[in-house]
């Protein structure tokens, strides 16, 4: 089968940097996505990994190492309206689906 | 715009009652999804569909069912045999696998 863990929660202060990490066990693997949810919005596309290394996007930074199965999301210069919910995702190839299972996500609480 | 649509935003179901939720997506992406999230709680996949009449079950189909009859509509029944069904529902659709953009969801109360 096939599971993501994250820490639950992150709580971090405004103008730092925060780390969300996530490894995940699948039979097949394609790319690592990560998702930002606000409460009681819908989940928005972050970043996304298919190859080792790190992928840059304006505050937010995305690493992935494949031979660890592990990888994380880095936030910097944290904003108050950072804070939501961040979801790591993988595709499972067993099957070439286009089947995307998301872990339970990390619950991020910027303070002033 | 391109996006996609779902509704009702709100919905109440009486026990024993089936209710269906609708997608629509105009992005013409050939995959679409969707996932059950319970509060606090994480993305649980349903059901998927890559292409048209065909579907496939996802973590937690049992109690619900799916139909894909056109591209650009996947919509949800939750039938009675849906034990606890109070959950925000989130439609999804994707042209690759590697990023899906979602609908607005579904809140679903049993009363």
């Known amino acids: 089968g096939q599971s993501l863990e994250q820490p639950s929660e992150v709580t971090a202060v405004e103008g730092a940097i925060v780390q969300i990490n996530c490894t995940y066990q699948t039979s097949g693997f394609y790319g690592l996505s990560w998702y930002q949810q606000h409460d009681g919005g819908a989940p928005t596309f972050l970043s996304y990994n298919a190859l080792d290394g790190l992928e840059e996007t304006g505050r937010f930074s995305s690493f992935l190492s494949r031979s660890d199965s592990y990888g994380y999301l880095l936030l910097q210069e944290l904003q108050m309206k950072d804070s939501a919910s961040y979801f790591c995702a993988v595709r499972d190839l067993r099957d070439s689906s286009y089947k995307l299972i998301f872990g339970s996500g990390t619950r991020l609480l910027v303070r002033p | 715009d391109g996006g996609i649509t779902q509704s009702p935003k709100y919905l109440f179901r009486k026990e024993g009652q089936n209710v269906t939720l609708s997608c629509e997506q105009n992005l013409n992406h050939d995959a679409m999804y969707w996932y059950r999230q319970d509060p606090g709680q994480g993305l649980r996949l349903i059901y998927y569909s890559q292409i048209v009449n065909d579907f496939q079950k996802g973590d937690i189909a049992e109690g619900y069912s799916v139909s894909r009859e056109k591209k650009e509509s996947f919509p949800l029944t939750v039938t009675s045999a849906q034990k606890n069904p109070t959950a925000f529902y989130l439609c999804?659709?994707?042209?690759?696998?590697?990023?899906?953009?979602f609908g607005e969801g579904s809140w679903l109360t049993v009363v």
């Open positions: 999804a659709s994707s042209s690759t696998g590697k990023t899906i953009y």
